[in-house]
């Protein structure tokens, strides 16, 4: 555990950096196959230029599947872009598993799980890189809580009374060995599982070869759009099911260990491009990357019917399309709103009911 974050969930770029060149280094030694980042901060040049994407990507090219926080700022609608273009760096790499997070709705169901209100959606600012590239579960997700922690503290929302934990208990007492917390945060480590359990039975995958089959075998069966209710003020959000919002879909790990499929390129996100001329929304695809494949990573067996490059009409006159926030050369969020080069937890996002 490369701790890089204080207690109020803050820290900085130099040190995610340290710890991910310090799990390179000591990859051989632990085997190290998987670093989970849920964390990340308004992305503020080009993941060309940005150290944290460079930090990501040196590990990726060492053998390590990085996988990395959407952001939980689907719902700023500041610039009036809907939560569109909000993805926090280092989730803004093309090379790394950006996940975004679904509410299961209290069923394993997953044609009853919706997306998250809070959940950042793509494309990049700046670079416009299609992500998120996953979605999974993270809202109301209960896990240990360590002692005291200011987080479980600072948070009554969090707690877990005894009664949901102990069969037969009716005590509203919280628990003092579980909490709950909310944000992609918790959907990462969640995808972070599925790339161990595919390691595990498969050790000699490639991080590329990992992203493309999860997203491959991705359920990718979704409602056209779906309405969220802030338990606490009662404003609702209406968020749209495509590509920049769900990604290649929600993870089917049974799917993802049955398949065979090897990918032999690159497992780069594709970049989104905008004709404000036509109104047209088309993707570019690295010369090497596995998607070009269409017997085997073809796009329409990645993103499904969501893929209908081309059409502006995915998307919707209500989303992205046009929004001169998202197309245009400016990041969403301004390096004043973050506090410069700070980082910060990407816990406990608004609640969805």
Known sequence: NLRVLDKNGAGTDAAVIAAVNRAIQLKDKYNIRVINLSLGRAVMSSYLKDPLCQAVEAAWKAGIVVVVAAGNDGRNNSVNNNGYGTINSPGNDPYVITVGAMKTNGTSNRSLAQITSYSSKGPTAIDHIVKPDLVAPGNHIAS???????????????????SALMQGSTSQVPSLSYFMLNGTSMATPVTSGAV????????????DQVKARLMKTASKTFPQLSIATDPVTGQTFTSYYDIFTVGAGYPNVWAALKNSTTATGTALSPTAVYDPATGKTTVTF????????????????????????????????????????????????SSSQVGGASLSVLANGDRDN
Not at 144 to 162: E, R
Not at 288 to 309: I, Q
Request: overall charge negative.
């Open 196 to 207: 161990a359990l595919l390691l595990q039975k498969t050790p000699g995958l490639t991080p």
């Open 144 to 162: 240990l809580l360590s002692g005291y922690t200011l987080l479980a503290n600072g948070f009554p929302s969090t707690a877990i009374p005894t």
């Open 286 to 333: 690295g010369k090497s990357a596995v998607w070009g494949d269409t017997a085997k990573f073809g796009v329409s067996a990645v993103w499904g019917d969501s893929a209908v490059w081309g059409d502006s009409a995915v998307w919707g006159d209500t989303t992205v399309a046009g929004s001169s926030a998202v197309w245009g050369d400016s990041s969403i969020l």
